[in-house]
């Protein structure tokens, strides 16, 4: 359950876009809200590699590569190779490319879940006290003058309990992969777009082409890979992006200024990654 008043939550792994994550209730931020500026996106600015649940996997690669990050896996949407470098947010306006998907933990922001250790159901919404979205003087306050949650807020922690559902279901799918052993994973060489100098090297993962195939078809792993399994196969690194975006890549010679903004994008980052990926 939603919980803005236990002690102790804490927030579990690494959370990139929050600043200053700290637990909603009415005592603290009555009279606070979100105030939407005219740079909504900033805060997704320095953010390149950006996490995905297992239901995003098949709108999101058409735009992403999928990645598969560290040890634990967590796959994320690679929307730049260079930390501060968000190729999908424009730095003159702030704004997020128009008509390209937007991911859920983009969009849970600035709420995020903390947990109560071995009790899995139950949660604290917090809020990133130090977005630039957070306000004394707010558009969407997050209480009411009675100190109750506003139609906002209700709406921000179904949200979040909906997006921690998906995460849960997203490990679960993790966990199988990594037990039928369908990853590679490679250390690789990740480039700056446009000839940019050469980055750090990046433990990367991905599912091997022949995955399907060494699933057990009498068992319910089979069903969960074809549904999402069908959205990492085409993610060899030479060719990350999905069917819609892949379709519209320039032909050999051509000017890449001539796609699409995110199909652009799609091809600076098939590129950049390079040919160190290329047999992963």
């Known amino acids: ?26 005592q603290a931020h009555k009279g606070k809200g979100i105030t939407y500026t005219g740079r909504p996106f ?9 996490p995905l ?37 424009n730095p003159q306006n702030g704004l997020y490319e128009e008509n390209c998907y937007l991911p859920a933990f983009v969009r849970r922001y600035p709420f995020v879940a903390a947990s109560h250790g071995d009790d899995s159901d139950r949660f604290t919404v917090c809020v990133d006290a130090g977005s630039h979205l957070f ?12 100190g109750t949650p506003t139609p906002f807020l209700e709406r921000a922690i179904d949200y979040v309990r909906r997006f921690e559902s998906d995460v849960a279901q997203t490990v679960e799918f993790v966990k199988e992969l ?18 940019g100098a050469a980055g750090r090297r990046q433990l990367l993962g991905r599912v091997r082409r022949e995955g399907q195939s060494a699933v057990p078809r009498q068992s319910g792993q089979a069903a969960r890979f074809d549904g ?15 069917a819609a975006a892949s ?20 091809a600076a980052l098939a590129r950049a990654v390079g040919a160190d990926a290329r047999h992963m």
Do not use: W
């Open 135 to 146: 306000s004394d003087t707010p558009e969407e306050p997050f209480f009411n003058e009675d």
């Open 53 to 89: 649940t297992v239901g995003e996997f098949g709108l999101a690669a058409s735009r992403f590569p999928i990645l598969f990050l560290g040890e634990n896996r967590t796959p994320v949407a690679a929307m730049g190779l260079q930390q501060g470098a968000n190729l999908f947010v």
């Open 178 to 195: 990594r037990d039928l052993d369908l990853f590679d994973q490679q250390q690789t060489n990740l480039r700056q777009p446009c000839g």
């Open 247 to 266: 379709a519209r890549r320039p032909a050999p010679g051509s000017d890449p200024g001539q796609l699409p903004a995110p199909a652009r994008h799609a």
């Open 42 to 50: 900033d805060f997704l600015a320095d953010t390149h590699f950006v």
């Open 1 to 26: 359950m939603a919980d803005a008043t236990a002690n102790e939550p804490t927030i579990q792994g690494q959370l990139p876009l929050y600043k200053k994550p700290e637990p909603l209730s009415a």
């Open 228 to 242: 999402a399994g069908r959205d990492l196969r085409p993610h060899d690194l030479d060719v990350p992006v999905g």
